[in-house]
């Protein structure tokens, strides 16, 4: 049961060597030999054992199924581990050109068709007449007098005094002796102060809200004046130079505003290829694949088996150095066994000079001698 126990444990740890140590050599070493990769370079890329010329490397075969497209599995590699865009790392150039692309200068007829863009001024018509004649009437009837208007407005709203008129009437009222006279004087005197008070005073005060109003209006119509005075004069300065230099002026804002156009191409082509060559779908996780796998392989696959199959080794290694004292000491404690299981009348000795049996004092001492001439 030892041997095949031993043989067992050999075979494991032999497997385990093998299988150990040729991966650490043969796997691990070339999956860390950074950052060259000279192994790995050797098997995928062009020329190497699995591709050679002309079909291409790993890159172009695999992924692309295009024998004109080559990377090398270690500036791959490289290229990743630094973060690096997807376009610039994997050659997708070749596939699709970018810079071609969003490149203007590649378009066909696109500035020859933004360069004929024309502007006709001729028929505009900044003031036309029908708004010429509008402003020149607003124009006359803002220039009215108010200053005459509000003279007029400021009078009395009757041309004699009421109020006065009254009072006479009852003084001459008082005066009479002719009680039907002075009743009629007093009737008249009432009346009067009655349509002064029903009439004439809110008149007076309209008038001087009319009053206030029209000063208003005149303190209004004044900056109004100006502005549409000074509008007037605009519009036709303007007309004037749209008549006379109105294609020019078109020209050059023409030809502005196609260059303006063409630099926002530009600034697009230089914003699509930078952002195609550094920022967009960077490689990262290919190399997180990459660092993962061989993770696992070496440092939780071949380290452990390495660990199991060198304590295995060392396990043997010990149990060969301790089966001579094992074995000695199975002898012994099997001798030893042998002669304390046996019957109390076979550890008595005769003695030879007497015929009586021995005592047991006797007996004890003579087995130890017995003991120490035996070892």
């Known amino acids: 049961l030892v041997c095949l126990f031993t043989t067992a444990l050999w075979t494991v740890a032999l497997i385990g060597m093998l299988v150990g140590g040729h991966g650490e050599v043969f796997v691990c070493r070339p999956l860390y030999d950074e950052p060259e990769f000279h192994v790995i370079s050797r098997l995928v890329d062009q020329p190497g054992v699995f591709y050679s010329e002309p079909r291409g490397g790993f890159i172009a075969n695999v992924l692309y199924g295009n024998d004109t497209l080559d990377v090398p599995i270690k500036q791959l590699l490289e290229d990743c581990h630094e973060n690096r865009a997807i376009y610039p790392t994997m050659g997708l150039r070749r596939l699709f050109d970018v810079e071609a692309a969003v490149d203007r200068h590649g378009w066909n007829g696109v500035s020859t068709h933004l360069r004929a863009i024309r502007a006709n001024l001729s028929s505009l018509e900044v003031l036309s007449p029908v708004l010429q004649d509008q402003l020149t009437d607003l124009l006359t009837s803002l220039s009215v007098n108010f200053t005459e208007h509000r003279i007029q407005m ?171 004292v094992c074995l000695k000491l199975v002898d012994y404690y099997r001798a030893r066994g042998s002669r304390s299981s046996g019957s109390p009348t076979e550890n008595l000795v005769i003695s030879e000079q007497g015929t009586g049996w021995s005592s047991p004092g006797y007996d004890i001492k003579y087995s130890k001698e017995y003991d120490r001439n035996y070892k």
Not at 296 to 308: A, E, I, K, Q, V
Request: charged share 20%; aromatic share 8%; net charge positive.
């Open 154 to 324: 400021s009078k009395p709203v009757t041309g004699k005094d009421l109020d006065s008129f009254a009072k006479q009437l009852d003084n001459i009222g008082n005066q009479m002796r002719d009680l039907a006279t002075a009743s009629r004087m007093e009737t008249l005197s009432s009346r009067a102060r009655r349509l002064i008070d029903t009439h004439i005073r809110p008149l007076e005060g309209k008038k001087d809200n009319l009053v206030y109003q029209l000063t208003a209006l005149e303190v209004q119509t004044g900056p109004l004046q100006r502005q549409v005075n000074q509008s007037l004069s605009h519009l036709k300065t303007i007309q004037f130079f749209v008549n006379s230099q109105g294609e020019t002026i078109a020209q050059k804002k023409s030809r502005e505003y196609v260059d303006r156009l063409l630099s926002y191409l530009d600034q697009l082509r230089d914003h699509v290829i930078s952002s195609a060559q550094n920022t967009v779908a960077p490689c990262r996780q290919l190399w997180d694949i990459f660092h993962n796998t061989r993770l696992f392989l070496c440092r939780h696959t071949m380290d452990p088996l390495n660990g199991y199959w060198f304590a295995t080794m060392w396990c043997l290694v010990v149990l060969l150095a301790a089966t001579p």
